[in-house]
């Protein structure tokens, strides 16, 4: 994710970037008050936006906030700034506060537009040789709450573990609570063991990735086993490949977890597979009209 282009989505007009300004009272602002969504877009084509619709509204009703477009509405708003925001690889990012009350009331409590935003963003392919190269991470206390299924712009905790992370010279964290993975600062967790694909099961610990849901369904759908259950965080050190997903990060193997080798310390051979089967996946998606087969 890099540059943002010059025509967003503001409460139901598209301006340039530089026009489009909130009030200093808007709850997002002030209190994280809001949710949000990412959804990748190859070519023109948007990666599962059935999916993402569905836990926006799952956001949206955790936090009692009315969804402000009906499906078709938001269909409209992706295409519009898609065409005004042209290429090949990009993503939506949307997000909807509480809006502005006129005094600063954690209650929330009045009947008040919401703000709606959402823009394009653009996205450089990840390079395969690169993501081969693997991943650093290490494991932190998950200090997050208890809400983690929301899709919430209060990131601050987020911020603080991806910090940690940055602080310790890798390139993210697994979050550990109670002795257990839940995922990554943002993204979800995988490991393999034995040639079975192993995740968390959803909750509210966790966020239920839609590259989470995709992984699952091609690796069923490849004679991939795959155990949905929770994972002790004594399990990653036998690993023999852990994996990051996330609509941005795709599949990205880890090769060192705490200064020790994941598995042979090289992207696994599972990974090579599944990476593959992705690429195909997105290559269909770019190519298709209708939904391809995983
Ligand atoms: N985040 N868990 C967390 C905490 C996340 O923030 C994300 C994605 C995921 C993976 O979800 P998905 O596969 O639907 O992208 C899991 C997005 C990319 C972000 O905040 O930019």
Redesign the pocket.
């Known amino acids: ?1 890099s540059k943002t282009t010059n025509t967003v989505y503001l409460n139901g007009q598209f301006l340039p970037i530089e026009q489009a300004s909130i009030s200093v009272m808007d709850r997002g602002f002030l209190f994280g008050d809001g949710v ?1 969504e ?1 959804v ?1 877009v190859f070519g023109n084509k948007l990666l599962r936006p059935e999916g ?1 619709l569905k ?1 926006l509204q799952n956001s949206l009703d955790r936090i009692s906030l009315d969804n402000p477009h009906t499906v078709t509405e938001w269909q409209a708003v992706f295409a519009n700034l898609l065409d005004h925001n042209p290429g090949d690889d990009r993503a939506i ?1 949307l997000q909807i506060s509480r809006g502005a009350y006129a005094r600063r009331d954690l209650r929330a409590n009045q009947d008040c537009a919401p703000t709606i935003f959402a823009m394009v963003l653009h996205v450089t392919p990840p390079d395969i040789d690169v993501l081969s190269a693997g991943i650093s991470v290490i494991t932190v206390d998950d200090f997050r709450w208890n809400a ?1 299924d929301i ?1 919430s712009t209060s ?1 601050v905790a ?1 911020v603080m573990l991806k910090q940690q992370a940055a602080d310790a010279g890798v390139d993210d964290a697994i979050l550990i609570r109670e002795d257990h993975v839940t ?6 967790i995988f490991l393999i063991r034995d040639g079975v694909l192993i995740t968390p099961p959803t909750g509210h610990q ?7 849901d995709l992984v699952i369904e091609i690796a069923k759908n490849n004679a991939i086993i795959v155990e949905e259950r929770e994972i002790k965080e004594i399990e990653l050190q036998d690993a023999d490949e852990i994996w990051m ?5 795709e599949i990205a193997p880890v090769i060192n977890l705490n200064g020790q080798a994941v598995g042979r310390g090289v992207a696994g051979s599972v990974w090579k597979r599944m990476m593959d089967l992705y690429q195909q996946y997105k290559q269909h998606l770019r190519d298709n009209e209708a939904v391809p087969p995983e």
């Open positions: 994710m949000y990412v990748p993402h836990r990012y983690c899709k990131l987020n995922e990554g600062t943002a993204s979800n966790l966020l239920p990735g839609i590259t989470r997903t996330s609509s941005t990060r």
